[in-house]
Nanobody
Framework: QVQLVESGGGLVQAGGSLRLSCAAS????????MGWFRQAPGKEREFATA????????YYADSVKGRFAISRDNAKNTVYLQMNSLKPEDTAVYYC????????????????????WGQGTQVTVSS
């Protein structure tokens, strides 16, 4: 079992930056692949990025590649999402998620592979 709590969301102007954090409870944080998903009003939840168990392998959606960076600190049970060059279309609720799935990168992009979710944090980018 793992509980996830996101923080760091807020309102930012286009071109600005935000850093999201996701703190996890439990002793087995390093056994999970961690992902960030986002959901805009009226849209389905979509994959943004994921990071492997030891933080070496990272995966990004094309829409955020080159602007977002995921990282993790297993000693602090925390995963981060650094978001730069933000655009109005990045406006969404951002969710942190954990999965024990180990079937490869395609699975990490699938929200149904994740068994644990945080409550979400709102990110609003004004134009």
């Amino acid at each position: 079992q793992v509980q996830l709590v996101e923080s760091g969301g807020g309102l930012v102007q286009a071109g600005g930056s935000l850093r999201l954090s996701c703190a996890a409870s439990g002793r087995t944080f390093s056994s999970y692949v961690m992902g960030w998903f986002r959901q805009a009003p009226g849209k389905e939840r979509e994959f943004a990025t994921a990071i492997g168990r030891i933080g070496v392998n990272t995966y990004y959606a094309d829409s955020v590649k080159g602007r977002f960076a995921i990282s993790r600190d297993n000693a602090k049970n925390t995963v981060y999402l650094q978001m730069n060059s933000l655009k109005p279309e990045d406006t969404a609720v951002y969710y942190c998620a954990a999965t024990s799935y180990s079937g490869g990168s395609n699975g990490y992009r699938n929200p149904f592979q994740y068994g644990y979710w945080g409550q979400g944090t709102q990110v609003t980018v004004s134009s």
